[in-house]
């Protein structure tokens, strides 16, 4: 329960302002006092989440496989139909919610630090091993789902990141077109 006008913020709220933070700002503006601040309570607030800015930047890394990996792939595998409608479903969640958004910020934190590399592998293997099934599912070799299977992957991990505006509905239309292109044989 909040006390007199304090803030008490989830776990997962910390979590979401330190991506937002290392996406803005890299792996520098994800400390203790600025997340206070920009969450506008004090750091007794982080204390009862998370043991220390180590303990954050671990469970950051865990959040953002489990949000924006395994949920993802979770309720795409979930899907009633063929794999290309799955695939399809996948691909719009991902680009419509900007899933991807934060794969620069942890890639380029993965440079430095090797337990964000040791992640960042585990994420690109599972993300890959679902693709790969998927184009498998509609009858591709195992070079050609591969090769599929990696060219999805990278368009969702990049896409967000070109500083190309376009109307939702061109938008649309060309993830459209992209599926097409990715499930022909």
């Known amino acids: 329960m909040a006390e007199r006008g304090r803030k008490q913020l989830s776990r997962e709220v910390w979590l979401d302002e330190a991506l937002r933070a290392l996406d803005e700002g890299g792996l520098g503006a994800v400390k203790v006092l600025p997340l206070a601040r920009r969450l506008g309570v004090s750091r007794g607030s982080f204390y009862w989440h998370f043991r220390d800015r180590e303990d954050l930047l671990r469970s950051l890394l865990d ?15 979930e ?27 942890v890639r ?25 099934r998927l184009f498998k ?16 992957l990278g368009f969702m991990v990049t896409d967000h990141v070109l500083l190309v505006e376009e109307p939702s509905p061109k938008r649309r239309k060309l993830l459209r077109l992209r599926h097409r292109v990715l499930t022909q044989p």
């Open 137 to 152: 599912e509609m009858g591709f070799g195992q070079e050609q789902a591969e090769a599929r299977a990696r060219l999805t």
């Open 79 to 105: 899907l009633r139909g063929d794999a290309r409608e799955r695939l399809w479903a996948l691909m719009q969640e991902v680009v419509e919610r900007r899933q991807g958004r934060y794969d620069p910020a």
């Open 63 to 77: 959040y953002w496989d489990t949000e924006l990996t395994d949920a993802v792939i979770e309720r795409a595998a």
């Open 108 to 132: 380029a934190w993965a440079l430095h630090a090797p337990v964000a590399a040791a992640v960042v592998r585990r994420v690109d293997r599972k993300r890959l091993s679902f693709l790969k």
